[in-house]
């Protein structure tokens, strides 16, 4: 799984930093969070690519999505055939409906617009959901959370073959479904004589703009990556609280209540303009797993919680 730090800056862009987006590739599934202005430019700066099949938008603030239109726009001129599904807050269908149609012109290609309530199920796939959550900022929003199902636990092989007499083949595979085999000599193997426990899936958490607020810890729980709101230094708390935002020193307590590995924080105020580290410093002091304030640009992956014993 990658994650591509697309635009990383608050309200107001920056020399170095555009409006708020992030695409997330899940082993080929592509997603993209937030649309601020120009992110086409920057997928085309970073490598994204333009596969993406699902828009999740956390708010109607124009730095999260006055660069649909253009986007829209562009993916038209190449012909694009994919249909394309955005997710919105609640109450937004109208006007992300108007920011697709902003040219004057229908997109060639199908666009669906669903609004999509805290709590609830946004896309429903086999092996993951990304599920949304409450935030709270000035105007209705959500969080999102990609959060993969946990995986089938490894098959010990050399204990299948070699001492319970297993022979290699179709018998594998069934054991490993949970399945029980029945062997020439009359014995049943069992799936747990030879499958390990099953091992956990990953999990992305992207808030958006926020106060810090318990359905974070409860979405964000044990995740590997949690990418949150730090617009502000605590010295500006005040002005957090009244903007609906928070501060680094915030962030990171939620992160530690989460139990998350790693906390990416975003939203970088202008104020701060090539002053990042200051943040960073302060949400390590609070918080014990990697932290760091990504550049636009900045592409990471996510690998699954047992990683080193893949």
């Known amino acids: 799984m990658r994650v591509t730090f697309l ?14 987006a992030l695409y997330l590739n899940r082993e080929g599934d592509e997603f993209l969070l937030d649309c601020g202005e120009g992110t086409q430019r920057q997928m085309m700066r970073f490598g994204t690519g333009f596969g993406f099949s699902h828009l999740f938008v956390t708010h109607l603030h124009g ?12 993916l038209d001129f190449n012909d694009r055939e994919a249909p394309l599904a955005i997710h919105g807050p609640p109450g937004s269908k109208r006007h992300l409906k108007g920011l697709v149609h902003a040219a004057g012109h229908d997109p060639s290609f199908p666009v669906t617009v669903h609004e999509e309530r805290p709590g609830s199920v946004a896309l429903d796939r086999e092996e993951y959901e990304i599920r949304t959550f409450e935030t709270e900022h000035r105007t209705s ?15 010990d092989r050399e204990k299948a073959e070699e001492e319970l007499g297993v022979p290699p083949g179709p018998a594998y595979g069934k054991l490993h479904e949970g399945e029980s085999v029945e062997l020439d000599d009359g014995r049943v193997i069992e799936p747990e004589q030879v499958v390990g426990p099953p091992r956990p899936g990953r999990r992305v958490v992207y808030t958006g703009d926020t106060r ?6 409860e979405a964000a729980e044990d995740a590997d990556l949690l990418v949150h709101d730090a617009t502000f230094l605590d010295e500006d708390a005040d002005r957090a609280r009244e903007t609906a935002h928070s501060t ?6 939620i992160a530690r209540r989460a139990g998350a590995k790693r906390l990416a924080l975003t939203h970088l105020s202008s104020r701060y303009a090539g002053r990042a580290n200051r943040l960073e410093r302060e949400a390590a002091g609070v918080f014990d797993g990697e932290v760091f304030f990504p550049d636009d640009g900045t592409r990471i992956e996510v690998p699954y919680p047992d990683a080193d014993g893949e």
């Open 7 to 20: 635009g990383t800056s608050g309200a107001v862009p920056t020399v170095e930093r555009a409006p708020s």
């Open 63 to 74: 730095d999260h999505v006055l660069g649909i239109p253009g986007l829209i726009q562009s």
């Open 141 to 155: 929003s959500v969080g999102y959370a990609l959060v993969e199902e946990d995986r089938k636990g490894r098959f």
């Open 212 to 217: 810090p607020v318990d359905a974070t810890v």
């Open 248 to 253: 680094a020193v915030e962030a990171a307590q």
